[in-house]
């Protein structure tokens, strides 16, 4: 009974063909397709063949996966061959084994597979309404990829579309990061631009500041010496004296500031700075909470600057005290560690920091407190004030409990004073010294020259490093050179070489206010010349002609 007629039959093909129709995007369709096959025409066997490397069939699925189909797919290969060239149905009687066999073309689709073959052990051949069914399950089934296709193309444009939205996003996010980044970068730069700004504001400030302490000074100096011990006006050119010395160390901060300075390095004790700066600190900063000092009576020296260094620890204090606004406890204590090391801690009872603030707690420009309250500065500077005394500093900081600072620095071993043998002040008679003196300040020029004359020498002015210049070449014949650095002209800069070239044997005095790495670096190239820092006293220029007369009639810096 033909398939078409039989009831029963019709209704297998109708469900057949209406799964088919419905069949899920995730299922496999070969899989259902082979199913379908096997369960309309009650196949023994279903092969899906596709076309390989040169046409040539290859089998790609069998069903069940069990049967073994090896030698009846060789023995079908060859119409397989002709209907994948064709695209018609065909048909294979085989004898041995028994068997036959339904070649049906399939749509190409998106899938490499096109050819299934419904086989029916025993011989039992397909009739012309199978084939005509099998016809139609093709074309049905051809509905179903091109649907499946669409469905495929679908999701995978959304997946598409899906990853162009995650990549835009991506895209918006990493510029919106990296705007916000330029802004901040923008931020420090303009911050940079004002520092430089107010560091070469500070740095002629402090050139002017000590051409006028220079003179106060050394005025000042040399009139301590030639009035009576214990008298008023003796102790009143003192006043003058030590007035003049601390203006000087507050143009040797500023320098620090505007990083025209470098380091001075010499053996401190650490417990006593701790000790002035809490003194300077206890009537004003540290008035609202407890201070306690916990110093080693036998902390090692260190060697260091002594200004740069206080700067550090009251920034610390300040910082402390800021951290404490309800009030609290300030402990400063000192310990050696071993012979080599020398630890200072700063330990407060504040709000402490948490873990994101600090990680950048060390950053320059990071500040959490209110605009116009912090530059966010303070620790980054204090980092490499450490840094630059060979130190290391250690940060630690927990919310509500409160924040310890600790900075380790090299120990040294304690500077002796030099035997009575060496080199003492006012040890023997001073030869007179020709002294060409080079300053284009009038008021320097005067007050120097006449505290070069009370220490019995003779002075030759010059206001400029062309004068000085020309001086010489006209057969001046000096002993020592008193040359300033920063001078309209030449300069100090442009005059040296020429003095060297003139005279290489003459000692030369340098004097500037502003002895940063890059003078330092200058004068590495010359010999017989030597710094002389501003403002310098009566004592300090008396030392230096001292030095170039006690070794014998050799003149050196």
């Not at 057949?16 to 397709?33: D, G, K, M, T």
């Not at 990493?174 to 420090?188: L, S």
């Not at 120990?411 to 300053?439: C, F, K, S």
Request: proline residues 6%; aromatic residues 4%.
């Amino acid at each position: 009974m033909s398939m078409l007629t039989d009831p029963a039959r019709l209704l297998t093909v109708l469900r057949a063909a209406q799964y088919l129709s419905n069949l899920p995007l995730q299922e496999n369709p070969w899989v259902a397709l082979a199913q379908t096959l096997q369960g309309v025409f009650r196949c023994d066997l279903v092969m899906i063949v596709r076309a390989g490397d040169g046409g040539e069939p290859d089998l790609v699925h069998s069903y069940p996966d069990d049967l073994p189909v090896a030698h009846l797919f060789d023995l079908a290969r060859g119409e397989a061959r002709a209907v994948l060239e064709t695209g018609f149905l065909g048909e294979l009687q085989l004898e041995a084994p028994p068997c036959s066999l339904a070649f049906l073309p399939l749509p190409r689709g998106r899938f490499t597979a096109r050819v299934a073959i419904a086989g029916r052990l025993g011989g039992v051949p397909f009739s012309r309404e199978d084939l005509e069914i099998l016809l139609a399950l093709g074309g049905l089934f051809g509905n179903v990829v091109a649907r499946m296709d669409t469905e495929h193309e679908l999701r995978d444009n959304q997946a598409r579309l899906e990853t162009a939205n995650a990549r835009l996003l991506h895209e918006i996010a990493e510029r919106m990061r990296a705007e916000e980044e330029r802004a901040r970068v923008q931020t420090q730069f303009q911050q940079a631009q004002k520092l430089e700004s107010l560091g070469s504001l500070a740095g002629g400030v402090a050139h002017d500041m000590n051409n006028v302490l220079g003179a106060i000074l050394a005025l000042a100096s040399a009139h301590v010496g030639l009035q009576a011990p214990g008298s008023p006006s003796r102790r009143a050119f003192e006043i003058i004296r030590d007035a003049a010395f601390r203006g000087g160390d507050m143009v040797k901060r500023l320098l620090n500031f505007a990083r025209r300075n470098p380091i001075e390095s010499r053996a401190l004790d650490l417990n006593a700075l701790l000790q002035e700066e809490t003194r300077l600190l206890e009537r004003t900063t540290l008035a609202k909470v407890n201070v306690e000092m916990d110093l080693d009576p036998a902390l090692h020296p260190i060697l260091g600057d002594p200004s740069a260094l206080s700067h550090v620890f009251m920034n610390l204090c300040v910082n402390a005290v800021d951290a404490m606004a309800e009030g609290g406890r300030l402990t400063l204590s000192t310990r050696n560690e071993g012979e080599a090391s020398v630890r200072v801690t700063v330990a407060d009872t504040g709000c402490g920091m948490a873990r994101e603030v600090l990680d950048r707690a060390l950053d320059p420009f990071f500040t959490t407190k209110e605009v116009g309250k912090g530059t966010g500065l303070g620790l980054s500077l204090v980092y490499s004030t450490v840094r630059a005394h060979q130190g290391e500093l250690e940060l630690k900081s927990e919310p509500g409990v409160g924040t310890q600072v600790s900075l380790v620095f090299p120990a040294t071993v304690p500077v002796q004073a030099p035997e009575a043998a060496g080199r003492t002040r006012g040890a023997g008679p001073v030869r007179a010294l020709n002294v060409l003196l080079v300053d284009d300040d009038e008021l320097v020029q005067q007050s120097i020259a006449m505290l070069i004359e009370l220490l019995g020498h003779t002075v030759t002015p010059a206001l400029t490093g062309e004068e000085a210049i020309a001086t010489l070449q006209g057969g001046c014949d000096p002993d020592v050179v008193v040359l300033d650095m920063n001078m309209p002209g030449l300069g100090g800069r442009g005059t040296l070489p020429v003095l060297r070239t003139l005279r290489p044997a003459l000692p030369i005095l340098l004097a500037t206010g502003r002895a940063d790495q890059d003078v330092l670096d200058f004068l590495a190239g010359f010999d017989g010349v030597a710094l002389l820092p501003k403002p310098y006293s009566f004592e300090d220029l008396q030392d230096r002609f001292e030095a170039l007369t006690q070794d014998g009639d050799t003149v050196r810096p």
